[in-house]
């Protein structure tokens, strides 16, 4: 018998190992190029885990087979951690109580309750409808741009890749050629912010925008809500306020597009890895807390990675209660139990424990000179918090590196959404001041 | 009325700004030096903390007097700390019940029971008599290579200065030029280790050993004692593996000399800050796990610094059980209570928030090419940690950035101290397995 943490590991690793099989055969490849085993494996993972960085160029190592198989690879992998996450959130965990699993089911799936297949049917009725609609309005600046069929294929391509929050794109500069289109930029911004929220918090806030009054918007939306507005003003103000004078990304720009790439910037860095603006020419300080950014993630039950928005949230105003001399922590008049503290914070430190370990390894590896301490850590949370973004160290990796790379991809990946699984559920007896609040998703 | 805590902030703001006042004053200069208010300011923080860091050089900048005002500031800060740390785990945490305090207190106070003034007087006399040895066995050494007058008064000042874990050295190079010598090495390294178990565990193996059946090893020393055999060994074959071929380190060495400046600087590392060897040319690598040793620390209620060993123990030994899906943590068949673990996890959240955030002012106001990432990332941790070992960054900081160092000795060194007194006691009433395990101290 398999557990769901095993089914989820094995599901990974059998559809990678396919994927790579596939990309690795000459007939996905571009004409007069070659792409080894472990670059196809290296891509495959990164396609699986919608992570999104490359050693090779897919817009030309691969020809039109291989870019599909990359995407179907997306679409696999995005909606497989979306019905993981979700199912397990309403059906398998433990910690929420049957009549409250019930209520939120009926408010997710809209029109039937707790079944597992209706509830799978509308995530991909939903996913592939806002895909569509993003290629429609993708398609408006790909087609003049591309022709025809290539230029459908790219809105295709592109808008699966930004709401499924994989960061692949068909260019060989990414999106940097896009830095002033508000087009491009505002369609893909906005698909990988609702990509990012979570397939929960987005029909939930539809249920609750057509009927208000029967359903509420739950703690776990509203956390949600608040967290990405935060973040994302967080995040533009940073790149606005410290690249305003970098003669390399923001200085040329003017102050419309200066705006423009600060929010673009800011969406991708919290997990969707397309960019505007070169990372590898950005300053230090930039560089350091667009790491910060990419560990926190998006939310839980979204194919948004790093340690998501929740945990950073609970681990943070628990440490701030701790501070205050206070015992518990209070979100939405809702008090957090500690059992979920203790968690938030175990995902929080295992991560970083993870992260730092490969990290060590990719040093220890090196043999490049041109790949200095500031890239190699940039590269390990980009993979581990499956963000895809690189200070361009990627196509540098050595074959023991990539490997390291891979499996921080994986383990990034499944990490998070196997813990949330894993961690058995324990009640506590204690003194309740506030309801205790025990839906909130960690990792 | 003051709470202790604010009386550790404010008693430690107060010593720091007399011994800046006193540096300050031409009086204390070496000749022909002269030492500006700032650079007075970064040193006496850098003694009464404990640290070890320097922006200027006290064995040429500063004169016989203004040495032995270093001197007596590390000597006070040491003091202070120790004094604070215990009293307050014996007397005021509300955490460890009256009779086991009592116990407690007569363990290590040996000959009284509870009261604070015979505690003080032992904590003043014992750390005397050792200094005092260390003292004579440096002189051993000091005397023959610098003179008597010189000899001894630098026998003392090392002493003291291995003792409290301060890493001042009245040399240029630090202690670069004892990377081989066994005697300096290894009386350094003993006086080091003692001082980072910390009173309360010297005493308790003290009585232990005197009487075994009476005075039992305490939980808190039997994690001290591990962690540290553990850290030190681990820290060893960092060292060892992975400098071995460098060129600028270890490779010039015999097999005997290697081991030596490997130990040597494993035992630094944790929070000493001597150094035989250079840590600005060491590979990237040993630096991140170096940076790693620093963050752990040295173990409660020593003059050592970083988050301590305890805190370490607790949150990887609760993640590690949450991983296993066990919902307690067991530690020499004693149950570790749900407050210690969210206690530790925050101080370990806490002191990477902090330190992360003094780094990102680093890098904010860096205006130096020749101060990379790593470098201030080094200094960053060093500081907080109170270790004082740099890859030779100090001095090339720039005002604003001294003025974050001094912040960030200053937080690093009060911070977990007064979170230990700080935290609120909130007893569980939980379902016991093993007998609830409350007396670690953390942080
Ligand atoms: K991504
Ligand atoms: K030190």
């Known amino acids: 018998r398999i557990s769901p943490p095993q089914l989820i590991a094995l599901s990974f690793a059998a559809g990678i190992l396919v994927g ?83 209520r939120l089911a009926q408010q997710v799936s809209a029109f039937s309750a707790g079944d597992v297949v209706p509830l799978i049917r509308n995530i991909f009725l939903y996913t592939f409808v806002i895909e569509g609609v993003g290629a429609l309005l993708l398609a408006l600046r790909f087609v003049p741009l591309e022709g025809w069929g290539r230029g459908l294929f790219y809105a295709v391509f592109h808008s699966v890749s930004a709401f499924n929050n994989a960061g692949f794109a068909l260019y060989s500069d990414n999106y940097l050629r896009f830095v002033g289109d508000d ?58 306020g410290l690249e305003w004078n970098n003669p390399r990304t923001l200085a040329p720009l003017n102050l419309e597009d200066k705006l423009l790439a600060s929010f673009f910037q800011s969406v991708v860095t919290r997990t969707a890895g397309f960019n505007t603006l070169d990372y590898g020419v950005m300053g230090p300080a930039t560089l350091f807390l667009s790491i910060i950014l990419m560990f926190i993630g998006a939310n839980p039950g979204s194919t948004g ?41 175990t995902v929080g430190l295992l991560s970083i424990g993870l992260v730092n370990l490969m990290f060590v390894l990719l040093l220890i590896f090196n043999t490049n000179p041109n790949l200095p301490f500031l890239h190699l850590f940039f590269e390990s949370v980009s993979a581990f918090a499956t963000v895809g973004l690189s200070m361009n160290a990627t196509p540098l990796l050595n074959p023991a590196q990539e490997i390291v790379v891979i499996l921080l991809m994986y383990l990034g990946r499944i990490g998070p959404l196997t813990f949330a699984v894993a961690f058995n559920s324990r009640e506590e007896a204690d003194l309740v001041k506030y309801p205790a609040e025990k839906d909130i998703l960690i990792g």
Chains 1, 2 share one sequence.
């Open 183 to 240: 087009l491009v930029s505002l369609v893909t911004a906005f698909l990988i912010i609702l990509g990012g929220l979570g397939f929960l918090v987005q029909l939930n806030v539809v249920a609750h925008l057509l009927r208000p009054r029967r359903n509420r918007l739950l703690v776990h939306s509203k956390l949600a809500l608040t967290m990405t507005a935060a973040l994302l003003l967080f995040g533009t103000l940073i790149y606005l």
């Open 305 to 345: 990675g790093g340690i998501k928005t929740s945990t950073f949230y609970v681990m943070m105003a628990s440490a701030w209660s701790m501070v205050r001399g206070r015992g518990e922590v209070v979100l939405f008049s809702r008090r957090i139990d500690r059992e979920t503290v203790i968690r938030a914070m």
């Open 20 to 102: 790579a099989a596939l990309l690795a055969l000459p007939v996905t490849h571009g004409a007069g190029r070659s792409v080894t085993f472990l670059q196809a494996l290296f891509t495959a993972t990164s396609a699986l885990c919608v992570t999104g960085l490359n050693v090779i160029d897919p817009g030309r190592d691969f020809n039109r087979l291989g870019q599909v198989i990359i995407l179907i690879l997306i679409q696999v992998g995005g909606l497989g951690i979306i019905t993981f996450g979700t199912v397990f959130a309403l059906v398998t965990r433990r910690r929420v109580n049957y009549s409250e699993r019930i």
